[in-house]
């Protein structure tokens, strides 16, 4: 079963495979409405149900309409509205779902819903987000660094700020895709050190940095992520930004990264908080094409995982 629940958990084979696809899909799209169906129609006469336990604008609608163009139907579900979230076990909502659709996304809180998830249904499940990961934001980064500067094997990543679930996947994909990271933020928002220590053995070069203009030295992409998840306690929320507050990616950041360093962000951005306007709406600055590159990886990932 191919279930996409990780980037560390997918072979590299086949995550450049999906990147590589999604181009092509990106590119046999030029120009057409939205709206409108793709040459091929792989998931005609299949249904996916989205299944959202936090919130989201970019998951939500870029799987959808992904689905849509690929000929297939959504089902989108929050978590409070299904007996899921009323007591009824994981174990049990999977192997019912499996009955009526052939693919499931979800976004949760604890890793375990979606691991025990992919070990009940009968279909493949996607990971679209959890408190410790997000591989559809990162093959969806990897693509759009890729549109803009090539290759990026051998390339530097930095990573500014928070080590949450968006720089866990990124660790893996410096893995799986064969990047250096150097990572930059308060020791106590560091990533897990599993999460290190997956990139590293897998050969790529892992650096902690705490001095952020340091850190960005011939960086080629900079990357910045909210520093207060929708995972975090929100009374945590004025000692995470006092913590964070010195890295925040602006335009002397930037300067020091160079003029070539790309700015990706996962969004939802909080402006003149982890980033800068300036930034955010600056020459260096790829974010809206990221968020664009979610609805076309995505559609590679479910195609994969369907084998069609
Ligand atoms: N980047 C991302 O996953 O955005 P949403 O929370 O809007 O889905
Ligand atoms: N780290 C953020 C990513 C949102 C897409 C969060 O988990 O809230």
Redesign the pocket.
């Known amino acids: 079963m191919n279930h996409f629940l990780d980037i560390h958990k997918t072979g590299a084979a086949d995550l450049r495979h999906m990147i590589d696809h999604a181009r092509e899909m990106k590119a046999a799209r030029l120009g057409r409405p939205k709206g409108a169906l793709d040459d091929e129609q792989p998931l005609k006469d299949h249904v996916v149900a989205l299944i959202f336990e936090k ?6 609608v870029s799987f959808d309409v992904g689905v849509r163009q690929m000929g297939g139907t959504t089902i989108l579900l929050s978590g409070t509205e299904m007996q899921l979230g009323h007591g009824e076990t994981i174990a049990d909502t999977a192997q019912v779902l499996s009955r009526y659709v052939d693919l499931i996304m979800i976004r949760t809180f604890d890793e375990s819903v979606l691991t025990e998830m992919a070990e009940f249904a009968d279909v493949p499940v996607i990971n679209g ?1 959890t408190d410790r990961t ?1 591989p559809c ?1 990162i093959m969806a980064d990897v693509m759009t660094f890729e549109e803009h500067h090539g290759p990026i094997r051998g390339k530097k990543v930095v990573w500014a700020g928070d080590g949450n679930n968006v720089c866990a996947s990124m660790l893996h994909a410096a893995g799986q895709f064969g990047f250096d990271m150097t990572i930059t933020g308060p020791s106590q928002l560091d990533p897990e050190d599993e999460f290190i220590g997956f990139a590293r053995k897998a050969g790529s070069k892992i650096t902690i940095e705490r001095d952020p203009y340091k850190a960005v030295a011939g960086a080629d992409l900079v990357v910045a992520d909210t520093w207060v998840s929708m995972h975090d306690s929100q009374s945590a929320k004025e000692r995470r930004h006092n913590m964070l507050r010195g890295y925040q990616v602006n335009d002397d950041l930037m300067a020091a990264a160079g003029k070539d360093a790309l700015f990706m962000h ?3 951005a909080h402006r003149e908080e982890e980033v800068t306007s300036s930034v955010m709406d600056g020459p260096q600055s790829v974010v809206f094409d990221e968020a664009e590159n979610r609805l076309h990886a995505q559609k590679a990932v479910m195609r994969w995982c369907l084998g069609v």
Do not use: E, G, V
């Open positions: 919130p989201s604008t970019r998951t939500r987000l997000h934001q996962c969004l939802p």
